[in-house]
């Protein structure tokens, strides 16, 4: 009831006061009563707090947070976590919301995520960058354009984009000067030789370096 009268005051010194009285534990329990204020309740506690508290809720109550927070508190909020609980509720996530959320973290933290989810020390896992633009075989040249100009903002690079099947497999990679010159109704795999080389998360960083000079490439 008290917790009630402090929340619908929206009094933010008063609620941030009232919380910091409460132990880690009690305010789990309060987000558990109170599902409909647990956000208002993890951005009025310090950051470190705040973490405390995460880490120790359930992966429904978890999930629910970090999707409904602002993006910036959410990463302020996973960077916080320690590196054990991060990649404890890390691992419970599909993959491309792990990718999303990877992204948010300050790179020594990303670094030290991706090396407990499991790629081995210098191999190129630890160097992916998971943003890129992929099209299918049977797109056109006019398809392919809009979607590099609605997803390629995201990406370092597209001076490349790759063709994948429904599996999400590797099938070839064209240059974006290839989809410029060619006529908006030719089909990808109509532009298609089927020869291109890609590397594995597991390689070593030292044979990807080889293989990007020796082929010239600025991306693989």
Known sequence: QQFEEVIASEDKLAIKEFLNDQNISDVANLIYENPDYETQIISHLSI???????????????????????????AELLNELPADDRVSFLEELPNNTVRELIKTLDPQERKVTLELLGYPE???????????????????????????????????????????????????????????????????????????????????????????????????
């Open 48 to 74: 470190h707090r705040a973490a405390g508290v995460f880490k120790i809720l359930d992966l429904t109550e978890q999930t629910r947070i970090i999707k409904d927070l602002p993006p910036f508190k959410s």
């Open 122 to 220: 210098n191999s190129v896992g630890r160097l992916m960058n998971p943003d890129y633009v992929y099209v299918y075989e049977y797109n056109t040249v006019e398809q392919v354009l809009q979607t590099i100009r609605r997803f390629g903002t995201n990406t370092e690079t597209i001076d490349v984009i790759y063709v994948i099947n429904e599996k999400g497999e590797l099938l070839d990679d064209i240059r974006i000067r290839d989809f410029i010159l060619a006529a908006p109704e030719i089909k990808v795999q109509e532009l298609m030789d089927e020869r291109f080389i890609s590397l594995n998360v597991n390689d070593d960083q030292e044979v990807a370096n080889e293989v990007f000079k020796m082929n010239n490439r600025v991306a693989l």
